[in-house]
């Protein structure tokens, strides 16, 4: 059990290593919902890959990063109207979050369901929103 935990502790400090790099690229924002003034998380798109990529994490607020990384605790909602805008983002893993988050209230908000039929994505993005449902 030991090995375990020094191995999530390891890939801990590598995700936090990536933190200057995130918070420089996120303008010390949010990436999904943009709320600044607030404690910002490394957080991993799952499923995680092997070993910690940049490309593969974004900087989220709590509220954000409970919704990724708990889905039974998402709630469908106005906080998430700013997906509307996020989901245009250059930022693959940024994009895919956001899709996968508007999927998850398609059928209960219209606008989310409307966004949906405006998105085109390419195909790596679709397929990590996939990947990460």
């Known amino acids: 059990m030991a090995k375990g935990r020094e ?8 995700l936090n290593s990536f933190g200057k790099e995130l918070a420089r690229r996120a303008k010390s924002k949010c990436e999904l919902c943009e709320v600044a003034g607030e404690k910002l998380l490394v957080v991993e798109v799952p499923p995680e890959p092997r070993g910690p990529e940049v490309e593969r ?58 966004t949906l039929e405006t998105v085109f994505a390419d195909e790596e993005v679709e397929a990590l929103a996939a990947e990460c449902s």
Do not use: I, Y
């Open 7 to 14: 191995e999530h502790q390891a890939r801990v400090a590598h």
């Open 57 to 114: 994490c974004v900087m989220l607020c709590e509220a954000c990063a409970t919704a990724v990384r708990e889905p039974k605790k998402f709630r469908a909602g106005d906080h998430w109207r700013c997906l509307a805008q996020t989901v245009w983002s250059e930022v693959p893993a940024v994009q895919a979050l956001a899709l996968r988050l508007l999927k998850r209230q398609e059928d209960s908000q219209a606008w989310a369901r409307e």
